[in-house]
């Protein structure tokens, strides 16, 4: 896939994870510039789950399968909006813990996509 996709997404979803971290930290709830912070997090992982399609669809493989694929895939886009309802319905330093755990997952998962289509070769 887009090594450079895969290494921003990861690198904003470890950012996110960071700064909603520290927000746990200091006892604070998720503000509305976490929200934002998500949505911009959740954009890129949709941005990298259309570019995955394309990618599949003209004829180029993944190593380890198409279906394992797709399900990162999905699984990636979906961490973060639901990290971000779960905080909105914990509207205490644990919603802001919620949501850094949901970036730190999506920084794992984007290593597994990159292992998936052959990035790493054994």
Same mark, same amino acid.
Request: aromatic content about 6%; some cysteine.
């Given at each position: 896939? /887009? &090594?450079? /996709?895969t290494i921003v997404v990861s690198a904003t979803a470890l950012l996110l994870a960071a700064w909603c971290g520290f #927000? #746990?930290?200091?006892d604070q709830p998720t503000k509305d510039w976490h929200f934002i912070g998500m949505a911009v997090v959740a954009v890129l992982a949709l941005v990298q789950l259309v570019v995955g399609v394309i990618k599949v669809s003209t004829g180029e493989?993944?190593? &380890?399968?198409t279906t394992i694929f797709f399900a990162y895939l999905v699984g #990636? #886009?979906?961490t973060v909006p639901a990290a971000a309802f779960m905080s909105l319905t914990e509207r205490t330093r644990w919603g802001s813990a919620v949501v850094a755990a949901g970036g730190l997952i999506l920084a794992v998962l984007e290593v597994r996509l990159y292992d998936i289509w052959g990035g790493v070769s054994a």
């Open positions: 896939m /887009l &090594d450079v /996709l #927000a #746990a930290f200091r493989k993944p190593v &380890d399968g #990636a #886009a979906c």
